[in-house]
């Protein structure tokens, strides 16, 4: 089976690397230093922190065969010099056009998307309805009962 290719932005990849560094590095010495202290206090059978210690070295090797995968498939976004049509890596600014609200979003992979951040991933319903497309276009996003009108009014890089 193929591994999906995974779109990064030079900050994402960065960000990710870094977190693999740590959880490598020093996070794994720590949970080691834990587990080993842990084993000072003597029969692990009822011991809570030797439990937790290893429940902790369980994540991070699971989120550092994560990662691993992740940066394996990376492919890294190309800058695109038009601002005038959507693509990876750029900052929208949409109008919704119910509300009249306006929304600025920076549209990357989905290993980067962040909501809370205001990163949507390209497969996302939003960044698959504007990826592509020209400012001054209005798109509709379908949503569970409802359908969304979004007008782009800016791109930047």
């Known amino acids: 089976m193929v591994d999906k290719e995974v779109l990064l932005t030079p900050e994402g990849l960065k960000k990710l690397e870094?977190?693999?560094?740590?959880?490598?590095?020093?996070?794994?010495?720590?949970?080691?230093?834990?587990?080993?202290?842990?084993?000072?206090f003597g029969d692990i059978s009822e011991n809570?922190?030797?439990?937790?210690?290893?429940n902790e070295q369980a994540f991070i090797e699971g989120?550092?065969?994560?990662?691993?995968?992740?940066?394996?498939?990376?492919?890294?976004?190309?800058?695109d010099e038009d601002e005038t049509?959507?693509?990876?890596?750029?900052?929208?600014?949409?109008?919704?056009?119910?509300?009249s609200d306006?929304?600025?979003?920076?549209?990357?992979?989905?290993?980067e998307?962040?909501?809370a951040e205001f990163k949507i991933s390209n497969e996302s319903p939003v960044g698959q309805a504007i990826?592509?497309?020209?400012t001054g276009t209005i798109v509709e996003v379908e949503v569970l009962d409802s359908i969304l009108q979004y007008e782009i009014l800016k791109v930047a890089r």
Request: hydrophobic fraction near 40%.
């Open 18 to 40: 870094d977190e693999l560094d740590i959880l490598k590095g020093v996070k794994r010495r720590e949970v080691a230093e834990r587990i080993s202290a842990a084993l000072d």
């Open 48 to 54: 809570s922190e030797y439990d937790d210690a290893k």
């Open 63 to 79: 989120r550092i065969l994560t990662l691993e995968k992740l940066l394996r498939n990376a492919r890294l976004i190309e800058e």
């Open 85 to 99: 049509v959507v693509s990876l890596g750029k900052t929208i600014t949409l109008k919704d056009l119910e509300t």
């Open 102 to 111: 306006i929304l600025e979003y920076r549209l990357v992979g989905s290993a």
């Open 113 to 115: 998307a962040d909501p």
């Open 131 to 134: 990826l592509g497309k020209p």
